[in-house]
T-cell receptor, first 113, second 112 residues
Framework: GEDVEQSLFLSVREGDSSVINCTYTDSSSTYLYWYKQEPGAGLQLLTYIFSNMDMKQDQRLTVLLNKKDKHLSLRIADTQTGDSAIYFC?????????????FGKGTKLSVKP | DTGVSQNPRHKITKRGQNVTFRCDPISEHNRLYWYRQTLGQGPEFLTYFQNEAQLEKSRLLSDRFSAERPKGSFSTLEIQRTEQGDSAMYLCAGGRENTEAFFGQGTRLTVV
């Protein structure tokens, strides 16, 4: 069945790079997403990648996609304390029309000063 | 601010009572989604609308749940005969086809 898996916790020091990993199951997913959720808040879309891309860079964020292994990663360069949040990976199993996103359980990123 | 507003932000209700939540997307959002998020989990899809038509419903949406979007603008999600297991954050998102979905702040429901 459809499933998205992420490690639950990541702790880094301020200024280091953070790498959050995700595996997904639906090879038909056209888009894959990273969302950020701060305490008590809704979800903020950070970035997304189209399935025919291997990499996408957006300022401090780099997304890597290994479609063969169904592995997605998010790298945050120069991590700041304001990056502390829960990061969700999500896939769109209905071919990219953005209905019915499947989310992972989220990775809680803690940034130590 | 995504422009998607949800009301109320918090709701405490007694088991067995009915509750209704409202979501107001921006006018450009012809798609509207409802998700449920329990503690320590990612959001789980419940249902979505294209304009006023409800196009997809998850198995999670039991017959106690009903959603409407009567004029293709705001939407309501009603839970009848609430149970403690319904306690969760209910998230609404608005968007258009093949574009990102913008999430509201959510309505946190506590059933006591």
């Amino acid at each position: 069945g459809e499933d998205v898996e992420q490690s639950l916790f990541l702790s880094v020091r301020e200024g280091d790079s953070s790498v959050i990993n995700c595996t997904y199951t639906d090879s038909s997913s056209t888009y894959l997403y990273w969302y950020k959720q701060e305490p008590g808040a809704g979800l903020q879309l950070l970035t997304y990648i189209f399935s025919n891309m291997d990499m996408k860079q957006d300022q401090r964020l780099t997304v890597l996609l290994n479609k063969k292994d169904k592995h997605l990663s998010l790298r945050i360069a120069d991590t700041q304390t304001g990056d502390s949040a829960i990061y969700f990976c999500a896939e769109s199993p209905d071919g990219g029309s953005q209905g019915n996103l499947i989310f992972g359980k989220g990775t809680k990123l803690s940034v130590k000063p | 601010d995504t422009g998607v507003s949800q009301n109320p932000r918090h709701k405490i209700t007694k088991r067995g009572q009915n509750v209704t939540f409202r979501c107001d997307p921006i006018s450009e959002h012809n798609r509207l989604y409802w998700y449920r998020q329990t503690l320590g989990q990612g959001p789980e899809f419940l249902t979505y609308f294209q304009n006023e038509a409800q196009l997809e419903k998850s198995r999670l949406l039991s017959d106690r749940f009903s959603a409407e979007r009567p004029k293709g603008s705001f939407s309501t999600l009603e839970i009848q005969r609430t149970e403690q297991g319904d306690s969760a954050m209910y998230l609404c998102a608005g968007g258009r086809e093949n574009t990102e979905a913008f999430f509201g702040q959510g309505t946190r429901l506590t059933v006591v």
